[in-house]
């Protein structure tokens, strides 16, 4: 299946056209699965060079223990890898500088171990994640990152909350920050929660409040923000009409 869209970058339009390809998902048992996938696409960009090609595939590793009707623990662990190439890019030295001729790549990996319990209205949840990205050059871009989500929910036939905390590490091997005889190697912590309060009018109509804050603070100069949302709302649900 082919995806068009037009998006606007400050006054420029681009494109992104992709393809996902099928999941394939196996049971074990009744209580598990085995799943597998892929997609494909290409952004192109008007006025600066950022376009790339992107590939994709994935595999999950799903278990589910289910205790009646309302109690339930499932566990999924899961690995994404993807390629992708800039054309109009260069690699770079390991000090920054681009090399004239070479094209840059990236090679990322990425796990995930979720873990999602429910008891009645209540349900909570933890992921942890770990990526590798690596510019299949000199390194210069290179970086590790580690994060962990918590989240908090309770439902009710007309209330939802929704609590989540996240937060991650990105650690670079080779890029450097500031000018001395011993630089440090760039870094980078990112804090972000959120809260989100849904009030169901009826099976159309949902008003929503929806508040968070996050926080980045990195040793490269600019790299440091603070940001809060608040959000209020409603939503409306449209169902197909009975043929």
């Given amino acids: 299946i082919w995806f068009l869209f037009w998006l606007c970058f400050g006054g420029g339009w681009g ?20 799943g597998a996938g892929g997609r494909a696409h290409r952004s192109d960009y008007v006025e600066f060079a950022e376009d790339f090609t992107e590939g994709e595939g994935s595999a999950a590793l799903r278990w589910r223990v289910q205790r009646g009707e309302e109690r339930s623990l499932e566990t999924t662990l899961g690995w994404t890898a993807r390629r992708r190439t800039h054309p109009a890019r260069n690699q770079s030295t390991a000090g920054g500088r681009p090399l004239p001729g070479t094209r840059l790549r990236f090679r990322i990996e990425e796990a995930r171990l979720e873990t999602k319990v429910v008891r009645g209205a209540w349900s909570g949840g933890v992921v942890l994640t770990t990526l590798l990205n690596r510019d299949l050059g000199s390194g210069y871009f290179d970086y590790a990152e580690r994060g962990v989500r918590l989240t908090l929910e309770r439902a009710t036939p007309r209330w939802r909350v929704t609590a989540e905390a996240g937060g991650a590490q990105s650690r670079y091997d080779v890029q450097t920050v500031g000018i001395c005889f011993d630089p440090p190697l760039r870094r980078r912590d990112y804090r972000e929660l959120r809260l989100r309060v849904e009030r169901v009018l009826n099976p159309r109509w949902t008003l929503f409040a929806d508040a ?26 449209w169902e197909p009409s009975s043929p």
């Fill in 15 to 34: 494109c992104l056209v992709g393809w996902g390809g099928p999941y394939l998902t196996v049971p074990r048992r009744g209580a598990g699965g085995l």
């Fill in 212 to 237: 968070g804050e996050e926080r980045s603070r990195e040793n490269e100069a600019g790299g440091t923000y603070r940001a809060r949302m608040l959000a209020l709302g409603v939503a409306r649900v």
